[in-house]
């Protein structure tokens, strides 16, 4: 089992920053890849970002040159660096860890709302 808990979520005014951080813990050792997830009412959860375990990244469109995702291996944390944000990012976060056994694990998640 892999636990996930996520911290840094809040209100923000448009064109803020944020930083959202996912500390995870158990049996971390055959986690492949980390990410974030979003999932706005009334609709899918969707990709934000991943990282692997060798810090390839990947960004959902809406996203790239506005977020940053990395990891730090020592803390079992990773980060969502978020700037310029924007009220269509207002959501629910979530961060997920993926095995290549193919489980997947989910945080709580954490509220991010964009609005003046």
């Known amino acids: 089992q892999v636990q996930l808990v996520e911290s840094g979520g809040g209100l923000v005014q448009p064109g803020g920053s944020l930083r959202l951080s996912c500390a995870s813990s158990g049996s971390i050792f055959s986690i492949y890849a980390m990410g974030w997830y979003r999932q706005a009412p009334g609709k899918q959860r969707e990709l934000v970002a991943t990282i692997t375990r060798s810090r390839s990244t990947n960004y959902a469109d809406s996203v790239k040159d506005r977020f940053t995702i990395s990891r730090d291996n020592a803390k079992n944390t990773v980060y969502l660096q978020m700037n310029s944000l924007k009220p269509e990012d207002t959501a629910v976060y979530y961060c997920?860890?993926?095995?290549?056994?193919?489980?997947?694990?989910w945080g709580q998640g954490t509220q991010v709302t964009v609005s003046s």
């Open positions: 997920n860890a993926h095995k290549l056994t193919g489980s997947d694990y």
